[in-house]
Every structure is written in C-alpha cells, then in structure tokens.
C-alpha cells in the first residue's frame, strides 16, 4: 500500500469536479474496520483507491473485537485471516446467556451452523486495524491526516471530495465517493441523508482485565443476564479479558479511587459468577472506558456517487456483537455490487464511469437495506431483553431465554441470525412458542437450513 500521494501533493490538475480522468476510481473517507474493509474489497476488485484518514494513529477504543463466523469467511476470502491469527486471535465456539451465578440460560452454539467457519474470533480493535491495513496492495494510496471537509458535486451527484491536507485544501474527485466517517458523519449530513438517531438509558463500562493465574474460563462470549443490567465478558489473547458492565449515565461521574473500589465490589456482589476476577477488576481500574450507546439506520444507504459503510450507515448495541460485522459485509456487497454492474475493471484499460457507479449503488442500496434494518432489530430486541433492569421484564426475558434454549429449532435460528449467516426473523407464532406455547416442531431442523 502506498501511503504518499503517487504524483505528489502538487500534481493534481485533473482532480476537480468534472475535469479529466480521475486518478482514483474511488476515494474511501475514513479508515476504521469499515473503511479498511471496504479498500480491501475495491482493491481486490482492481480499483485504484484513495483512502483519505482524519486520524494518524487509532485510538485505543473498545470496540469491534468480536468476529462472527459470516465476517470470519469474508476475512478468510480476502487473505486477511492468517494476519488476525498471527496477531493472536483467539477462537471462540459460541456465545453463552448465563444467570449472576454463571448458570445457562441459553447457548448460541457456533458449531451447530453450516459452513467451514464455525467460531467467533475475538481480538483488540487496533490489531484488526493493523491486519486489515497490512493486507492492502499497491492499489490503495493512504492519506493519513486528512480532514474531509464535505463532498463536491457535479450536477446533483457526488463526484469527489473537498479535503484539507498538510495545510492545503484540496479538491479529489473520482467516479465513487464511499462514507466511512463513522456514526457523526460529515458526508452524509452534507448529502442530505437522513437518521433518527436514539441513544440508549444506559452506558457501558468496558475493563482491560490482566487474566494470568485466573483458572481459565470457557472458551466463549459470556452475557450475565443480572439484576444490575448486562455484564459481558470474552478472552483477548495475552491471557486478558474484555468486560463490558452496565451502568447508568450518572453512576461514576467524578467518582473518585473509593468509589470506583466499592462499586467493584457490589459489581460482583451482584454476579457471583465473576467473583475470581475481584482483585484483577480493581486492579483494571485504569483501563476503564465510559462509552455512549446509539441506535440508528440511516434513511438511505446510496445517493449518486456515494455510499455509506459501516457507522456512517447504521449503529447499534454492542450487546450482540454485529456492529462491526455488518460493516465488513457492506464492504463486501459493495465490491460486489460494483463488479456486477460493470464498474470495476481490472485491467484498466478502461476506467470506471460514474454512470456504472450509480448502476452499482442502486444494487448496493436494494441488498443492503433489508439486512440493515434485520440486524438492527435483532440487536435491539437482544438488548432490550438483557439489559431490562425491572423484575417483571428481567423474569419475561429469562423465560424467553430458557424456551429457546429448550427448543433447538428455535435456538439454531437464533444462532444462524447472530452468526449473520442471513436474514430469517422470529414469526409471530415462534413469538409464542418462546413464551410457553407448545412447539411440535421443536426438535426439527428448521425446513429452509
């Protein structure tokens, strides 16, 4: 991967609005796991593409470290797989809903679903980063440090971008302009596209927890479902663990060493099941991260010459562990799209047009919009079960929970929708049957697996 502009910061004359060939077929605007991802797929489409980054280094957030099977085989297409698994990945077989003192209420068992990938992988966020951007190939040209302002447009349709970039303002043009600016989106405020965006009652509190000499735990996500909101917990390689606990918005604002020791300790007064973790958890303290949690969908995914990828298109809960994920699949429709409608040309002898580009985000749009709101609704339903604090809902959800878990046609399409292997929504009657009804088909393979 290139990361100096190939003919210079001062050659550009043909990088305006409608003048010229373009010197790349698409510029990607930001370089989070959507960004990366997406100049992944173009790259491996034969795209000549600009990938424009605000930041010079990642910030150490946690974020995105569970891979579901679905993304597992993209990044195992793409080559990026082995990078992951020498950074240290680590395979995960399922992921688990257990009461405070650790025992199931339900199992998403990974190894019961179709497909060579049957795991999560978990990992730290900056190392997916560094896998993705270590896979990218001479045809990607990386811009670290620049701010994209807006998008320029000729006509009604995007057609580049107007960056800053050591101190310069510049204007990029290209037949694809693709969002991946995150949840704030300067793109696709200034296109126009809509959200209604919600922000959750609650926050998480994430720890980096030193494991080492802990009996190891099992090989799985585990969700607490307890009477003090969701306590989420998974491996990270270097013997340390991930744990995400809910909290209230106003819980450990100022709060002060004392404060931070005594809610550690009713944190695991309340879940039994994390009592072995007691001195490494205050001992975690300083890793703590306070993190705000939205839900949104953005009204359209493509307009003419743009795209949005990831956060710029959609957000949701943690919780479930898609965000992320249905990023790396909006990369991989994208490419897709784009290929079948005749934009991407590997043997550049003829460059893309912007008339095959809004052929191919027409398609992008028509695919990606229903997957878009079917995780969004799973995730939300998902969280709003777990994260119930009154005892009528928390005593519904675990009913709910126990049901599924007894009825294997329900629980392995619960675990086909988490492991984003496609779209297939709970009818009305599996509605009832997860409250009690009695399911004559509950031990059948559901007829379309």
Request: with cysteine; hydrophobic share 40%; proline share 7%.
């Amino acid at each position: 991967m290139s990361t100096e502009p190939g003919s210079g910061p001062d050659s550009e004359p043909g990088s305006g609005p409608g003048s010229g060939p373009h010197t790349w077929d698409a510029i990607v605007c930001g370089a989070g796991v959507a960004g990366l991802a997406t100049a992944r797929a173009l790259d491996l489409a034969g795209l000549r593409v600009l990938l424009l980054e605000k930041r010079r280094v990642p910030a150490p957030v946690a974020k995105g470290e569970v891979l579901q099977p679905s993304s597992v085989r993209i990044l195992r297409d793409w080559g990026v797989l082995p990078m992951l698994l020498r950074r240290g990945a680590v395979p995960l077989g399922q992921l688990m809903i257990r009461d405070a003192h650790g025992r199931r209420l339900m199992l998403f068992d990974y190894r019961t679903i179709p497909g060579d990938d049957r795991q999560l992988y978990s990992l730290d966020y900056p190392e997916i980063l560094a896998a993705l951007r270590e896979s990218l190939g001479e045809g990607v040209e990386s811009w670290p440090g620049a701010l994209v302002e807006e998008p320029i447009r000729d006509g009604g349709r995007v057609s580049g971008v107007r960056v800053s970039w050591r101190g310069r303002t510049r204007e990029l043009a290209a037949p694809l302009v693709v969002a991946a600016d995150g949840r704030s989106s300067r793109l696709r405020r200034s296109a126009g596209i809509e959200t209604t965006s919600t922000e959750y009652p609650h926050r998480l509190l994430s720890f980096d927890i030193d494991v080492e000499g802990v009996p190891a735990a099992a090989p799985e996500v585990t969700t607490y479902l307890t009477g003090q909101g969701l306590r989420l917990a998974y491996p990270l390689p270097g013997r340390r663990m991930r744990l995400y606990a809910q909290v209230s918005p106003d819980a450990l604002r100022g709060a002060g060493r004392e404060h931070l020791e005594r809610w550690c300790r009713e944190l695991l007064d309340g879940t039994p099941a994390l009592r072995p973790l007691e001195e490494r958890l205050e001992g975690s303290l300083g890793s703590r991260q306070l993190l705000n949690l939205w839900r949104f969908t953005a009204s359209v995914l493509a307009v003419p010459g743009l795209a949005l990828v990831g956060e710029a298109a959609h957000c949701v809960h943690p919780m479930a562990a898609q965000g992320m994920n249905t990023a790396i699949a909006d990369a991989e429709a994208l490419a897709r799209c784009l290929a079948d409608r005749g934009f991407a040309d590997r043997g550049f002898a003829a460059r893309p047009s912007a008339t095959a580009a809004d052929r191919a985000l027409e398609a992008y749009q028509a695919e990606r919009s229903a997957w878009v709101r079917h995780m969004d609704r799973m995730s939300h339903d998902a969280t709003r079960m777990i994260t119930q604090l009154s005892r009528p809902g928390q005593a519904i959800g675990r009913r709910v929970l126990r049901r599924m878990d007894g009825n294997p046609r329900l629980r392995y399409q619960a675990t086909y929708n988490m492991a984003g292997l496609g779209i297939r929504p709970f009818t009305a009657l599996d509605r009832l049957h997860q409250l009690g009804l009695p399911d004559p088909r509950a031990r059948r393979v559901p007829d379309w697996a």
